[in-house]
């Protein structure tokens, strides 16, 4: 069932169109991100389904109540939406608890603070509950910021680079905490990021956005292995793309061998192909056809990332467990994991 629409939407500052057209829906209880390089605008669309801005095209409706209308918008606090900030936004001068009791103001004394202790307990903070702001981590200050926005237990959550103030490692594991949180409530969240670990570790499924449109909307996995265009595969993920000529059976041939491609449109025999190679695709086998030399390495603690120089002169990646530990200017021989590969016809 749908539960956010947002129908041929068309947002602008001034003259400056941000984005226009923009459509897409959110079931009840999915976990959406929309990621996208910086001004790509992300925040904008989240602004506007949270009220903070008016649009000028379209409709945004939460089930069937209509939010945002050209010269028409619900007000922030009556689209019973919640809202977590990247500065997490909490009152410095209240205590956790008092925090999250904040916005259940309408509700009797004893269950606001029923409702706020049980939001605390729901992001395993109830012993800081007289706790001051400062007085908290990063990432613990975040938690008591979604525990603000859940206790009004709101028809849906947005979260704008919720982690982005956290250090990386914090970062990853916040996010699937915050997953398996809003997962267990049942709770349909949008999310606007431009960090894709935070987008894989959170979501269901991905908006890509490029200047003001939604380029791909998939699962992460398919995202990241089925790029709908050259954008997508380069924004996400690390990728090598190796030129390739389409043979009269259908195939290609690559200096990394004949592969068999997904459906590029619009190619005949002959035509060039680029085809995006993963660092994951490339795996060491002793009986493997290919050779590559290592021109550089990054060490990434289980893993180690190595940049491969075929004899063409070409790179690719290649993602290995980090022992054993190859040796800068080593040759390694590789093979191709068995699959369908993604490429896009050059121009
Ligand atoms: N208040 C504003 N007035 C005018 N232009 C704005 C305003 N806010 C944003 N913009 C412009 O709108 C575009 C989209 O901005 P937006 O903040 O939505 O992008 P974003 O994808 O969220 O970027 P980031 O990841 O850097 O936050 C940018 O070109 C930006 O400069």
Excluded at 242 to 247: K, S, T, W
Excluded at 308 to 316: F, K, Q, T
């Amino acid at each position: 069932m749908t539960l956010l629409s947002l129908a041929h939407v068309t947002c602008q500052y001034a003259q400056h169109v941000v984005f226009e057209n923009l459509s897409f829906d959110i079931a009840a209880g999915e976990l959406i991100c929309l990621l996208g390089p910086s001004g790509c605008g992300k925040t904008t669309a989240l602004r506007a389904i949270a009220g903070f801005e008016p649009i000028t095209q379209g409709i945004i409706r939460l089930q069937d109540r209509i939010l945002s209308k050209p010269q028409q918008m619900l007000a922030p606090e009556q689209r019973q939406i919640g809202m977590v900030f990247q500065d997490y936004a909490l009152f410095p001068h209240l205590t956790v608890l008092d925090n999250v009791r904040f916005g259940l103001r309408t509700l009797p004394r004893a269950e606001r603070l029923a409702r706020a202790r049980h939001f605390l307990a729901v992001v395993g903070l109830s012993d800081y509950a007289q706790r001051y702001p400062h007085e908290l981590s990063g990432g613990q200050q975040q938690r008591v910021a979604l525990a603000r926005a859940l206790a009004p237990q709101p028809a849906m959550l947005l979260l704008d680079e919720p982690f982005s103030n956290l250090d990386v490692d914090l970062r990853e594991r916040l996010s699937v905490e915050v997953r398996d949180i809003l997962k267990n409530q049942g709770i349909t969240a949008l999310l606007v990021t431009h960090d894709q670990h935070e987008a894989f570790a959170l979501s269901d499924k991905i908006g890509v956005m490029s200047a003001g449109q939604i380029v791909q909307w998939d699962t992460a996995f398919t995202i990241y292995h089925h790029p709908a265009n050259r954008f997508v595969a380069n924004f996400i993920g690390q990728s090598a793309l190796i030129r390739g000529q389409r043979l009269p059976n259908g195939r290609v041939m690559t200096e990394l061998g004949e592969i068999t491609v997904a459906a590029v449109e619009n190619t005949c025999n002959g035509q060039w192909l680029d085809v995006l190679i993963r660092p994951d695709d490339v795996v060491i086998d002793p009986h493997g056809s290919l050779h590559a030399s290592i021109e550089q390495r990054a060490f990434k603690g289980a893993d180690t990332l190595y940049t491969l120089r075929l004899p063409s002169g070409d790179r690719v990646y290649c993602l290995l467990p980090s022992q054993p530990h190859y040796a800068l200017n080593e040759v390694l021989t590789l093979r191709l994991v068995d699959r369908e590969w993604v490429a896009f016809a050059v121009d």
